[in-house]
Structures are given as structure tokens and as C-alpha cells.
Nanobody, 119 residues
Framework: QVQLVESGGGLVQAGGSLRLSCAAS????????MGWFRQAPGKEREFIAW????????NYANSVKGRFTVSRDNAKNTVYLQMNNLEPEDTAVYYC????????????WGQGTQVTVSS
């Protein structure tokens, strides 16, 4: 079965950095575009970043543009989210998700990893 497993979350001070990883299994990774989302307490899940199957194109939410960078290593079936200059408002559970190239729907989701930014 398809599994997406996030790691790398934790507690960091404002201004610090974290790198999240999402390891995929049970699918042909190159056939999927990958996204990162987050959900803060009491808020809806929001889109953060997206990366094309080849890694040749990316897109970001305005709230993280210039601070976060998404990348992928298809040889390792892994997508990354480098988060710099973190702010308390970035505190949330972060999820990775996969969608087939021909789809607009994310078919698979990870279990999430907690990121907490202290002020």
C-alpha cells in the first residue's frame, strides 16, 4: 500500500530552521507531484508548497514564499521542505501529499509531523 512518512519536525526558536522529509513507498514516485500542507490548531488545512514530478517547477503560498524551499530526490523517493526564518505563526502539523500527474486531487497523505516555533 502507499505510505507517506514525514519526519524532521520539532521545536525551534523564531528565526531558526528545520528541514522536513517525506519518504514515499508503494507508488512510482516519478509519476506523482508532491505537495506540502499544514494545519494549525483551530484552523483549516492550508497549502504550503508544490513540486512537479521532475522537480523542475515549484509553487508556494505567499505566507512562506522566500522562506521555504521544496525539493525532491526521485532516486530516494523523498520530498523535502526546507524552512528558514521560522515564525511562531508557522506552528502547525505539516503534511505531505501526493497526486498523480493527471489529477488535481491529492490521493495520498502522510500522518503529519508537528512543527512548533517559539517566540
Amino acid at each position: 500500500q502507499v505510505q507517506l512518512v514525514e519526519s524532521g519536525g520539532g521545536l525551534v526558536q523564531a528565526g531558526g530552521s528545520l528541514r522536513l522529509s517525506c519518504a514515499a513507498s508503494g507508488l512510482i514516485f516519478e509519476r506523482y507531484e508532491m505537495g506540502w500542507f499544514r494545519q494549525a490548531p483551530g484552523k483549516e488545512r492550508e497549502f504550503i508548497a508544490w513540486i512537479y514530478w521532475s522537480g523542475g517547477s515549484t509553487n508556494y503560498a505567499n505566507s512562506v514564499k522566500g522562506r521555504f524551499t521544496v525539493s525532491r530526490d526521485n532516486a530516494k523517493n523523498t520530498v523535502y521542505l526546507q524552512m528558514n526564518n521560522l515564525e511562531p505563526e508557522d506552528t502547525a502539523v505539516y503534511y505531505c501529499a501526493a497526486r498523480a500527474r493527471s489529477s488535481s486531487v491529492y490521493n495520498y497523505w502522510g500522518q503529519g509531523t508537528q512543527v512548533t516555533v517559539s517566540s
